[in-house]
Each structure stands twice: as structure tokens, then as C-alpha cells.
């Protein structure tokens, strides 16, 4: 029998919405003596049964929730439906986009709490940041391995979050090794080089693949500045779509050669593509001395906000870099400025683009915005799954 933990009065009311988070203030008594990772039953102070999920002792979020539904098990056909089900609802933009790389399971959006599933080729990335997942992690490769046989299984659970479960970093294949870890995939005709084992995140930033497209929409004839550029994915696209010159600017020389072969890749070394291996911040005080201007500037910075205490210093951070770089664009110029950060609103992050462009004494005006793209969707009852905020801004 799983162990039942009991909840506070009124603190039921976020489950009744089908929130996948049960926090530890929220937790009345613990009947049973449940370990990291078990299933465990969720009720309310008087005893009624609200739903069942992974028990966490050391985070703050003490459950994440599996089901709500009181007769479902925790098994491995659970597991086997949900990858299914997440699978059929990106298949019509897989189509669209003819992609080869994508976001199998995105988390608690996809039902699944703490678990991150990337599809590239016929390389599968696993991500397991919770008790839940991790305590799940040999189930989830068997029904990966069932429902896509052909593919090669690679863990990245690297990432710090880890440690607020009680979790050590892991990395390493879950299926049989194989001589490499890196392949090309295909978005909207675009090749892309990836390295599952020395990439960001699962080794690629698949949630800007819409705003890519967008950059490609303004950047022809243009003079584009393309900060913190990674491997170089932005500029691919604005090449392809008749951009007049695109420079990448990123601080890590490996980033910038991969960019480099990605053009080649795309048949585009022969256009007016350069990089510069330098702190963004640092660069665009330099151009502003030199007074260099730009037609299109884009800033995809990394996260800068990890938790409520670093809010304050972020917004100062995006506030600086967003004048900075409108400072630097010609009349009428376009940016395409985001943030990645969970913790930053997407009201906020508009007024600190707005205080930017006063502060730049320039004008600006949001011509459209972006955001994540539909393999990372943002379930109705978790609205946290929304973090990527994009605004285009025309400045004059």
C-alpha cells in the first residue's frame, strides 16, 4: 500500500485544479514511511483522495503528480500511453516543419513531472530531473526502446536542479553505446549539427525553432548582429533569406566553429557570414564607441534568472543589454529580444524593453511577439511551462 500524505486545510485547492505540485508547507502529516522517487497518495485534512504522485523529501516541491485519476496505475503502460499520446499531438507540425529534431516530452506539460525526452534523429536525449523521473528511469527507457526501436538512448541529467531532489548528476547512454554522439537535423529546411553529449541543455536550444523562421522574415538586405549566437542557428536562417551581412558574436570558440561548419552545412560559406569570439556586453560598448549601427540586432542571451533572489540583478542585466543594442541600430531598425527565464514575466520583461528604449532614448514598437515553440507546450493547468518570451521591436 503507498504511503498517504495528508495536507494542511485549504491547501487542496491548487490539486483541485490539477496543479502538478504539491509543496512542502503545504504537507499536514505523512502515514507510511515513503523513500525518494515512491508513488505516493495525496489527500486532503479530512482524508479525501486528491491524487498520486512522486515523493521528494529534500525539495521544496514535495509531490509532483502523476494522476488525478484514483484507479490509475503508476506502471509501465502508464508511462508507454503518455509518450504515445505526447508523440501524436507534435505530429502534424513534425509534418509541417519536415523536422527531424523535436521535443518528444516536455515535463509536467506533458503529464510527466521532471521528465525531458528530446528526439534527434535516431538519437533519443533523456533529461531526469525529479525524484519521480529518476526513480522511473529504467521504465522510460523500455518504452522508449519499444516504441522506438531503431533509436540510440543518451542521458543528460546534468543540470544543478538535480541536487535541490537529492539527485547526483548523471550522464552517459542508457542503451548500447555508440561511436558517436552528434547528427544533423532538419528544421524548415535548415541543417543543423548536434552533439547530444557536449551540447546546451539536451544538446540544442529546440524551443527558438519558431523564432529562427521569424528572424529569416526580416532579415533580408540587412546588416544583422547576431548576439550570443551559439552555434549559429539565427543567422543560418537569415542568410538563407537574403540577409546582407550577419555577424555572430558568442564567447565560446567551440560554439562559433560549429556555426561556422553549419554554414557549410547549408551551402551558405559563401555568404557574408562572420564570427567574433567576445562578451556581448562587452562588444556592443565597443561598437557604441565606434559608432557602429546595424539594420537588425538579436539578443538570445542565456538565463539569467535562476531563482527570485537573482530578479532584481537580471532585470538590470536585460534592461542594459536591450539599450545597448538599440543604441546601435539604425532607424527604423529591427530587434528580436528575448528571455528564457521562467521567473521573468512576460509584463516585466516589456517594461524592461521599454525602459530600455527611454534610457537609449529611442522609440520602440512591439511588432510582434514569439515564444516557444509547440513541442514545448504550455499545459492549461501549468502555466509555469511558459518561460520563453520573444517581442520583435521596430525602433526608430
Avoid at 503545504?26 to 515513503?34: D, E, L, Q, S, Y
Avoid at 493547468?381 to 518561460?387: A, L, R
Wanted: aromatic share 10%; with cysteine; glycine share 6%.
Amino acid at each position: 500500500m503507498s504511503a498517504r500524505i495528508y495536507l494542511k486545510v485549504s491547501r487542496e485547492k491548487s490539486l483541485l485544479r490539477k496543479h502538478p505540485w504539491v509543496f512542502s508547507k503545504a504537507v499536514n502529516k505523512i502515514k507510511g514511511n515513503p523513500m525518494l522517487g515512491d508513488t505516493v497518495d495525496v489527500l486532503d485534512n479530512k482524508g479525501n483522495w486528491l491524487a498520486k504522485g512522486a515523493y521528494s523529501p529534500e525539495s521544496q516541491i514535495r509531490i509532483r503528480i502523476w494522476s488525478f485519476d484514483e484507479t490509475e496505475e503508476i506502471d509501465r503502460d502508464f508511462f508507454r500511453k503518455k509518450i504515445l499520446n505526447a508523440q501524436q499531438r507534435r505530429d502534424w507540425f513534425i509534418e509541417q516543419g519536415q523536422l527531424t529534431g523535436y521535443r518528444l516530452i516536455a515535463g509536467e506539460s506533458d503529464g510527466l513531472p521532471g521528465v525531458t525526452i528530446d528526439k534527434y534523429n535516431d538519437l533519443i536525449v533523456c533529461q531526469l530531473l525529479s525524484a519521480g523521473a529518476d526513480f522511473h528511469r529504467y521504465t522510460l527507457v523500455d518504452c522508449l526502446k519499444e516504441l522506438y526501436p531503431t533509436c540510440h538512448i543518451y542521458e543528460r541529467s546534468d543540470v544543478d536542479v538535480r541536487k535541490k531532489e537529492g539527485l547526483e548528476p548523471v550522464t552517459g547512454w542508457l542503451t548500447e553505446p555508440q561511436a558517436s554522439t552528434s547528427t544533423v537535423i532538419q528544421e524548415h529546411g535548415i541543417n543543423i549539427h548536434v552533439d547530444v553529449a557536449t551540447g546546451h541543455k539536451t544538446g540544442f536550444y529546440l524551443d527558438q525553432r519558431d523564432s529562427r523562421v521569424a528572424a529569416g522574415r526580416y532579415a533580408k538586405d540587412k546588416t544583422v548582429l547576431n548576439c550570443f549566437s551559439y552555434t549559429g542557428t539565427f543567422s543560418l536562417h537569415c542568410a538563407a533569406n537574403g540577409a546582407k551581412e550577419v555577424i555572430n558574436v558568442d564567447v565560446s570558440q567551440p560554439a562559433l566553429d560549429t556555426a561556422d561548419h553549419n554554414l557549410q552545412l547549408n551551402n551558405l560559406a559563401d555568404k557574408n557570414v562572420s564570427f567574433i569570439k567576445e562578451d556581448v556586453f562587452k562588444l556592443l560598448r565597443r561598437f557604441r564607441t565606434e559608432k557602429r549601427t546595424f539594420d537588425m540586432i538579436i539578443l538570445d542571451p542565456p538565463k539569467f534568472v535562476e531563482s527570485k533572489a537573482q530578479l532584481t540583478g537580471a532585470c538590470r542585466g536585460y534592461k542594459d543589454i536591450n539599450m545597448l543594442a538599440m543604441q546601435l541600430l539604425k532607424p527604423n531598425g529591427i530587434l528580436l529580444t528575448f528571455s528564457c527565464s521562467g521567473l521573468m514575466e512576460s509584463n516585466l520583461f516589456q517594461k524592461i524593453v521599454a525602459d530600455a528604449a527611454l534610457d537609449a532614448k529611442r522609440n520602440a514598437y512591439i511588432v510582434e511577439r514569439l515564444h516557444q515553440a509547440g513541442d514545448h507546450p504550455v499545459s492549461s493547468n501549468y502555466p509555469e511551462g511558459y518561460y520563453l518570451k520573444g517581442l520583435v521591436c521596430q525602433v526608430d
